[in-house]
């Protein structure tokens, strides 16, 4: 199995933006932890960023990977053309936050990106994506 790891807009910043909030770790540690967890499950994966809404989509639809763990960011709350394009994709499509954004600002409550995904993780940091590869490793078993 081979799965996408999508990260979407600012988690380039990561280990720069709000450390407390999202971890000292950069995007690229986060990156070689998780292939290193679905490497050891016996896996590949392929991690990708872009801050490009339209990028963002081109990737999800070219994809030749059999999953995807996708943080878009803060295009999560109102992005309806990653919405539409997840719908339309043949390959389950997994979303993950670092934080539990149901505990934070009232406009991170909205999640367009939900009803379309495979399954949702949030709240745990690296763990969440963690957790979204053993959701996808497992299903493909069955």
């Known amino acids: 199995m081979k799965i996408l790891v999508l990260n979407g807009v600012n988690l380039n910043m990561l280990g720069k933006r709000d450390p407390d909030l999202y971890g000292r770790d950069s995007l ?46 803060a295009y999560s709350h109102y ?35 939900a009803d379309v995904c495979a399954a949702r993780f949030t709240g745990k940091g690296l763990q969440s994506y963690l957790d979204a590869a053993d959701f996808l490793l497992n299903k493909a078993k069955k």
């Open 79 to 113: 992005s309806y053309a990653l919405r539409d394009c997840i719908e339309c994709v043949s390959v389950p499509v997994v979303e993950v936050h670092m934080t539990d954004v149901a505990k934070r600002e009232q406009f991170r409550h909205i999640d367009v990106l």
């Open 28 to 73: 690229s540690d986060l990156e070689k932890k998780i292939c290193a967890h679905i490497t050891v499950r016996g896996a590949s994966a392929v991690c990708l960023q872009s801050n490009c809404e339209g990028e963002l989509v081109n990737i999800l639809q070219q994809t030749d990977c059999d999953g995807v763990i996708f943080n878009a960011g």
